[in-house]
């Protein structure tokens, strides 16, 4: 009988144990792995982790702001792409000739300029441009710059462009 009650003691003095360093153990992996994680996507060196910190239901909430009929929901739609840096450039040019206010169609060619496709951006930007408003001009410019410098000074070669009149690129 003693040696039953030693074995209970020794069962339940493991549990309390086990009940306290399994957390603690538990907390400091997670936290280790957690910061770790962090780290690696503000970095941008592992995309994958956007899906972990960026639930699904934010980018269903992005579709709809998107797809609302006010205008400043819109704007606020098109400010969250950024977010993931996957801006879709086809994406982008449906939505430049479906929108109607220049202020959302500049914001449009902001988003532009943080694409990859750089082919596809210079060749709509030179389309749109000679019909764009003063503003807008002035947002294409700068989102040629941002894309690369070259494509900058082929795009005012070829449209003929005084840089001069454009303050601020």
Not at 138 to 164: A, C, P, Q, S, W
């Amino acid at each position: 009988m003693n040696r039953k009650l030693k074995q209970q003691s020794l069962g339940k003095k493991t549990a309390l144990l086990l009940a306290i360093l399994l957390p603690i153990i538990g907390y400091c992996i997670g936290s280790h792995l957690g910061k770790h994680m962090i780290v690696h996507f503000l970095s941008g060196e592992n995309s994958l982790l956007f899906l972990l910190y960026q639930p699904a239901f934010e980018n269903i909430s992005k579709i709809r702001l998107l797809g609302s009929n006010n205008e400043y929901k819109r704007l606020v739609g098109y400010h969250s792409l950024i977010e993931n840096r996957r801006i879709d450039v086809d994406f982008l040019i449906d939505r430049y000739t479906s929108e109607e206010s220049i202020y959302l169609r500049r914001s449009i060619i902001w988003l532009m300029g943080y694409s990859k496709d750089e082919k596809s951006i210079y060749n709509f930007l030179s389309d749109i441009y000679e019909e764009a408003p003063w503003r807008n001009k002035l947002e294409v410019l700068r989102t040629m710059k941002r894309l690369d410098i070259n494509l900058f000074n082929k795009f005012i070669k070829y449209h003929n462009i005084d840089i001069g009149q454009f303050n601020g690129i």
